[in-house]
Every structure is written in structure tokens, then in C-alpha cells.
């Protein structure tokens, strides 16, 4: 797809989060999670994306080109059916419950998702259940966000002042529950809960995104300056009381642009990249602790230096929102 990006890029953004919960465990109890090695936390990669589909789905209207496929309580298969009708114009036979939809059938189907919608384009899908759209691999990836110095759980145990426990199989009415509710004592109408924080993280988190892929999407300018925007703003508009006080610090990517004089092979090192993705986030990008800090309770507490020196030739520094125009 001609519109597609042409350099590869790989990101880095800070975010933090302060008396909240920046990413529960279901695996235990909701808490933050956390690398048990070494007790710093972490957010995951589902999380981040969620944040940010989040984000689209509001500035954008939920309407084509920027709709969200994975959305909150919504079956995947149907907006598969609504792909082979749009792009097929009926759907495939079913033989025992399994789609029959020819390569041609899920090729038009998996281009017109990539088409309409944000987030297949980006990050890709498996789309090969129901009727078949088969699968994309999306050309932006995101790792596992982690806090540069250990955090701390804290287990807070709170009272709510009402319950909502009665014997509803015995009562039929509200006026049943009203009388229920004045035969108890006051200490019997009170209940706890408990939240699980953390006091204070900065999280780095790490993305990239692949020229080849985004031919493969479709991905273009327009959606990558789409994803930075998400990226600064996603927390702006996902406020909730158990997540706290979460923003996002800063955003950095290293553009990769080639060094070759003849433009043919320099569009080809743009894509494939002029160095390792590594150097960006170990060596051009530092975050620390300001001398004398050794339990940070909030972004102050740190600091961010920039080595530009280090830069190699044919790769480009930018800064965002100030560079947002330099993503091509």
C-alpha cells in the first residue's frame, strides 16, 4: 500500500502513576504488578494498547478509517461477517461450524479491516475465527512497560457506608426491602473494601514500528502521528479512581532516515534501520534519580537527559509533540 510509512522507528515514553493501580494482576487479586526479582513494576503491552484504542475510539468518533475492532463487550466475529458483506457481498459456506472462505475470500475480507479499522492496521489481529479474515501482523509493537526503581504495594482497607446483602429470594417488593433494611442494626449496614496502590512509579515504556509491515496495512503517516497523539494523551481522558494520578512525562523516537547517496538505497536503510533499537533506550535516553533522591514520590524526583552526541549518522532524534511533523 503506496500510503505507508517509510523509515523505521522505535520509541520510547515515560509515564507515571501516583496512589493508584497502573496495571491490576487477575492472577492476584487486581494488585499492581510486579517483577518479583527485582520488585519494580509493570504494565503490560494489552494495557498500553488498551489506552490508546481507548483514545482513537474518542478522537476519532469510532467511524472509518479509525474505528476500534476490539472493542469493550462486543463479539469479534460480527464485524468479521460485516468485512466478507462489505468486501465479498455475502458470507462464506460453513461446513461443521468451520468457515469455507476461500484465500480470495480472506484476503478482501482481511484488506477491508485493515481499511476500517485503527487498530488492525496498527497493531494487527487474529481475525481467522468465525467467517475468516485471517491474520495480520500489525506493524506497530509494544513490550512490557517497567518502573526504573522498585515500587511498593500498599494494601488500603476502606468502609463503605451501605451494603447490598438481604435475602432477595424472600423479598418481592421495595417496600420489602425497605422493611428489611430498618430491622438492622446501623453496624450491620456498613461493609469494607480494600484497594491496592502503588505510592509513586515512573514507567518506561518501549515501542517500535516496521516500514515493511506498515506496506502490509496500509499504516500510514496519518495513523503514526494518530498513535504519538494517543500515546501523549491516553491517560488525559482514561481518568478512574483506581488508577490514580497517571500521565504520560515524555515521548522520544529515533527516526531511522539512511546515509547512502543514491536515494534508491537510502529509502532502503530508512526501512531496515541504521542501528540496533537498543541504543535509544540505553544510551540516548537516561533516566535517573536527582542526587540525594532515593524514594521518589513524583516526576521531579528524576531526570531526564538527552545525549545527542551519540546519535549515529542516519538517524534522526525527535521529540514530541514538537517533531510530530517529521513522521513520515
Known amino acids: 500500500m503506496s500510503n505507508s510509512i517509510r523509515h523505521r522507528y522505535e520509541f520510547i515514553f515515560l509515564f507515571d502513576c501516583e496512589n493508584g493501580n497502573p496495571n491490576g ?31 482513537v475510539q474518542l478522537a476519532k468518533g469510532n467511524e472509518s478509517p479509525n474505528s476500534i475492532y476490539i472493542q469493550n463487550a462486543t463479539n469479534l466475529n460480527t464485524q468479521i461477517a ?20 476461500s484465500k480470495e475470500q480472506v484476503d478482501s475480507a482481511r484488506k477491508w479491516m485493515c481499511e476500517n479499522f485503527f487498530d488492525v492496521r496498527t497493531f494487527g489481529a487474529v481475525m481467522s475465527t468465525g467467517a475468516n479474515a485471517g491474520q495480520v501482523r500489525g506493524p506497530i509493537q509494544i ?30 417488593s421495595s417496600e420489602d426491602y425497605k422493611n428489611w433494611e430498618a430491622q438492622q442494626p446501623e453496624d450491620k449496614m456498613r461493609t469494607f473494601g480494600r484497594k491496592s496502590i502503588i505510592p509513586y512509579g515512573l ?60 536515494a534508491e538505497q537510502r529509502e532502503r536503510q530508512a526501512k531496515l534501520g541504521c542501528c540496533p533499537a537498543q541504543l535509544l533506550f540505553e544510551k540516548v535516553v537516561k533516566v535517573k534519580l536527582k542526587e540525594g533522591k532515593q524514594f521518589p514520590r513524583s516526576f521531579e524526583d528524576y531526570e531526564v537527559v538527552i545525549d545527542e552526541s551519540v546519535v549515529p549518522k542516519g538517524v ?6 514538537d517533531d510530530m511533523e517529521k513522521l513520515c
Request: hydrophobic residues 40%.
Open 316 to 321: 534522526e532524534l525527535l521529540k514530541f509533540p
Open 143 to 172: 513490550a512490557f512497560a517497567k518502573s526504573k526503581e522498585p515500587v511498593m504495594q500498599l494494601d488500603i482497607s476502606m468502609t463503605r457506608m451501605a451494603v447490598a446483602d438481604t435475602d432477595s429470594g424472600n423479598l418481592k
Open 203 to 262: 514507567f518506561v515504556g518501549k515501542a517500535f514500528a516496521s516500514a515493511h509491515l506498515a506496506e502490509q496495512t496500509g499504516f500510514s503517516p496519518d495513523d503514526l502521528k494518530l498513535f504519538v497523539e494517543a500515546l501523549l494523551n491516553m491517560y488525559e481522558q482514561d481518568r478512574s479512581s483506581s488508577k490514580g494520578m497517571m500521565t504520560t512525562r515524555a515521548v522520544y523516537a529515533v527516526k531511522h532516515v539512511g546515509t547512502d547517496n543514491v
Open 25 to 55: 494482576d487477575p492472577d492476584a487479586g487486581n494488585t499492581p504488578r510486579i517483577d518479583p526479582q527485582d520488585m519494580r513494576g509493570l504494565v503490560s503491552d494489552v494495557a498500553i494498547k488498551r489506552r490508546i484504542r481507548n483514545y
Open 82 to 101: 460485516v468485512a466478507h458483506e462489505q468486501a465479498n457481498k455475502k458470507l462464506p459456506e460453513f461446513e461443521k461450524g468451520k468457515s469455507r472462505a
